[in-house]
């Protein structure tokens, strides 16, 4: 550096630091991209949500708190979100009380938030972890337990788990068809734009007697041989 000229040696360094700040701005973006595309995931019917679950519970968040769950693989700590629950009703589940569910802590990364007065009570589906803890996605169906209709409510109990064996397939554009008899074709999204439509809220997809599949609605326990949407 000694040869070069003042005017050079800044030039130069001008440019190294210019450099770093594209990298670090090319850097910036790809993060932002990679957080943004972190939490992706097919809207689900209550019913699906139900099935592939773990837990099942209706409850009410009591309080919230960031805890340490170990460290990453450079050794950082990783942080998530606890929120303490009262349970008010296990749908599913393992054979024990839940008093927590634990998120990321932020939405990027699926993060849920959830009112934490106490005054709100919830529907909540999640995955038990290994370790015991049950832990929920923005990926998961986490509905307050006052905007659910009635029949999503009577489902909860028994009519779900009836169609476990069944295929929900959501219509994306017509024409659209099903392709199996264990399957039920969920239109709510390009006849109504709506993905809480009136399938998702008023149906269930029921097996019948010879396997088949079929929606449902109505109060009462459908019989083995329902008709297509009996409503009786």
Not at 57 to 77: H, L, T
Not at 82 to 87: G, S
Not at 157 to 186: F, Q, S
Request: net charge negative; glycine share 6%.
């Amino acid at each position: 550096m000694k040869g070069l000229s003042r005017n050079h040696r800044c030039s130069e360094m001008t440019w190294t630091v210019n450099g770093c700040l594209v990298a670090l701005a090319i850097l910036f973006a790809w993060r932002v991209e990679d957080f943004a595309e972190a939490c992706s995931c097919s809207p689900a019917h209550p019913q699906q949500a139900f099935c592939s679950s773990d837990v099942v519970i209706r409850a009410k968040v009591i309080a919230m708190n960031k805890v340490d769950v170990g460290n990453d693989v450079y050794g950082n700590p990783v942080k998530q979100v606890k929120y303490d629950v009262k349970l008010i009703k296990m749908f599913k589940g393992p054979v024990m009380d839940i008093e927590a569910i634990y998120t990321a802590p932020i939405s990027a990364l699926c993060g849920v938030t959830l009112d934490i007065e106490g005054q709100m009570e919830y529907l909540i589906t999640g995955k038990l972890e290994s370790d015991g803890n049950v832990h929920v996605t923005l990926c998961d169906f986490i509905e307050p337990w006052d905007a659910m209709s009635p029949i999503q409510k009577k489902s909860l109990p028994e009519r779900y788990h009836m169609g476990c064996d069944c295929k929900i397939v959501r219509c994306e554009t017509l024409p659209c068809a099903l392709h199996a008899d264990n399957e039920c074709l969920w239109t709510d999204w390009v006849l109504e734009n709506y993905i809480s439509g009136p399938q998702a809220q008023h149906f269930a997809c029921i097996q019948r007697r010879d396997g088949s599949c079929a929606w449902y609605r109505g109060a009462a326990q459908p019989k083995k041989d329902f008709l297509d949407i009996e409503e009786p």
